[in-house]
């Protein structure tokens, strides 16, 4: 029996999904099937960031049962796909993390940035809490698009040891993303096939 991959996209607080469907044309290739998250729902501010975790993994779950399963989280989804990859380490297969805060320290602050969201704090924390549980084997898994030049997310914050990291020298935190899929976009797909 040959085996879907399915790749779950996780956009970022904005929730813009029609800038990522935009960004997803790019990542051609006939044997990943895309399909756009609404699990995260940034916009719930009042929401605690484990039901978030929860959906997608029914998400996860669900897609799993057809074949296997990467997740690609873009800017404040970035450590909320961490995180679902330490929940569901044995159905998810690749994580890619584009432009997304793993760290708190950094300029500007975490706290700055997350003042409109509290759960995307919450993620980055917890995420950086969780992340001595990955093992050398788990890390070669991730792949981050690391901004150099990124006024919300520095590259600093975005670093995991032992990751595949492609850095991005567009200037601005919406030109590196689009800079990930655009130019790097070949990239993504051999790194998720």
Known sequence: MNL???VLVLPGLSGDSERVKA??????SPQLNFHLSTAANWNNFSEDIQAKINRIESEVDEL???GKVSI???SGSGSL??????EREGEVERVINVCGRLRPRGIPPLWLTSLRNPT???SVLAFQEREPELTESDRRKFLIFQAKFDELVPGSTSYLKGAQ??????VGHMCAIKSA????GNQMIDFLR
């Open 64 to 66: 799993s049962e057809q």
């Open 81 to 86: 796909a961490g995180l679902v990859y330490l």
């Open 120 to 122: 995307f704090k919450k």
């Open 181 to 184: 899929f655009l130019e790097h």
């Open 165 to 170: 990291i492609i850095h991005l020298s567009a």
């Open 4 to 6: 879907e991959n399915h």
């Open 72 to 74: 690609i989280g873009i």
């Open 23 to 28: 960004l997803l044309k790019n990542l051609n």
